[in-house]
């Protein structure tokens, strides 16, 4: 082992942390545009307009067939050589974004349409109006159907960041040609390299999961809904009691 | 609150004020006709049967009636307002008309994310009823439809017989002028009808207005004031439950009860 471990590791904690967080920064800011962009194109090619169709599947399939690095150069030297200068923060997340957004707006389109016709109607029954229909019976069960996928995209959004090392964007994987160059020990390094993105990614997929079950079995997640359930239970003590208890009798 | 929650009526059923009346409607899909000239008159306190085969036009009648579907002619009048005329919806706040007019589905179609009881809360906090009384008024409804027990079970963990309890809870929440009932057991089995049918025949002792398409017509002989006979888009023929079920003027009539082993 020890001829294996020979860097220097606590010269280089704090410029590790560092580039750890900028790995987590990009994930999160991207993550968010893409699901905010996501949204919004599954949204126009759900839309009845057919020019809005249009303009988002010709997005879709643009960004789903070029390669993540290709559209990662587009916007950093690409846009630069077009006057267009991009720090390497927003040319990286942008890159990420557009990138992400299309498989996104697949998931969602096909759990927004997922959502059962009778649905919408029932919610137009009882006059919730377009926006209410759409925020409290469409989205949360289009967010059910669309979770599993879209952990998924979260966690290779995460190690996808590690493309950036070709801009280098002081993230992990920047970090990490960093010191190789320094200490010529490349095995080592990018084993401890590897071993940090996996500490990223298996507790946030397992956490997701455990977020997805929760999600299924309908468990009140929001604030709102916890308290409203709570009040319920309280009212409805007596009647859940009781029958309890004489179903236990029967038994 | 201890304030009843349901449709009790100071008003006695026999006055004459249409709650729903519809005139020459006529409504299309893809130039296929589903309804010609239909006229149709729900007055407070009635109940009234609409029956036929399926496909001819019925539930495409009671969906016109709270605009899920936009007749192509003709006029919808609701609880006094017109809301459609000739093609155009003249209503300003559909939800408003919305709540005015229950409805209840073959499908049930509670939202399957929200237990029971939060079914019933969600659109009655939308029309602004404050949270506690939305709940108080939710278990009420719940205990009066006899599923209190199960309050904060998730639809797909109800029966049948439930899950169709807990959509009439969530229409009579908002208080409505008059309930439609979209074939309401046409998907359960004859336990669960049994269940349903009692709470619709409690509904009509107190006076709820309600206007049903409907299989059942022993049910629908019972509880109705008026049957109206639909086919192939328009009122074959309609009167008082015992004409129009035991003594059938026209052959198609007939030839529809017969079917249903009704009428020998």
Known sequence: MSGLFQVPWSDYRSDLLDALGRTVSYTVVSFVGAVLLGLAVALLRLNRAWPARAVAAVYTEVFKNIPLLAIIFLTYFGLASAGIRLDVFTAGCLSLVVFYAAYLSEIFRSAISGVHTGQTEAGEALGLGKVGIFVHVVLPQAVRQALPGTNTMLVDLLKSTSLLVTVSAAELMSEGRLITSATFRALEVYLVISALYFALCYPLSQLLLLLERKVRAGIPLSPRRRRRVRAARALLAADLDTRTDREEAVV | ?264
Do not use: W
Not at chain 2, 44 to 62: A, P
Not at chain 2, 74 to 79: I, R
Not at chain 2, 138 to 148: I, M, N, Q, T, Y
Not at chain 2, 178 to 191: A, C, I, R, W, Y
């Open chain 2, 1 to 264: 609150m201890t304030e009843p929650v349901t449709t009790e009526k100071t008003v006695p059923p026999a006055t004459t004020e249409a709650v729903v009346r519809i005139e020459g409607l006529r409504k299309s899909f893809d130039g296929r006709l589903v309804l010609d000239d239909v006229d149709l008159e729900v007055d407070r306190g009635r109940i009234v049967s609409v029956i036929g085969q399926s496909g001819g036009g019925k539930t495409t009648l009671m969906r016109c009636v709270n605009l899920l579907e936009q007749p192509d002619r003709g006029t919808v009048e609701v609880a006094g307002e017109v809301v459609h005329r000739e093609g155009r919806t003249v209503c300003r706040d559909l939800p408003r008309l919305r709540r005015t007019v229950g409805m209840v589905f073959q499908r049930f179609n509670l939202f399957p994310h929200l237990t029971a009881v939060e079914n019933i809360v969600l659109a009655q906090r939308k029309a602004g009823v404050a949270e506690p009384e939305a709940l108080e008024r939710a278990v009420a409804l719940l205990r009066r439809v006899g599923v209190a027990h199960r309050g904060l079970a998730l639809p797909d963990q109800l029966s049948g017989g439930e899950q169709q309890r807990v959509a009439i809870a969530r229409a009579l929440a908002l208080r409505p002028e008059v309930l439609l009932f979209d074939e309401p057991t046409s998907s359960l089995d004859p336990e669960a009808t049994r269940e349903v049918l009692g709470v619709m025949r409690e509904l009509a002792a107190e006076g709820m207005t309600m206007l049903l398409v409907t299989h059942e017509l022993p049910f629908a002989r019972e509880v109705s004031d008026h049957v109206v006979f639909v086919d192939g888009g328009r009122i074959v023929e309609e009167g008082r439950p015992q004409d129009v079920l035991d003594h059938p003027a026209q052959a198609r009539t007939r030839e529809f009860l017969t079917a249903y082993g009704s009428v020998s």
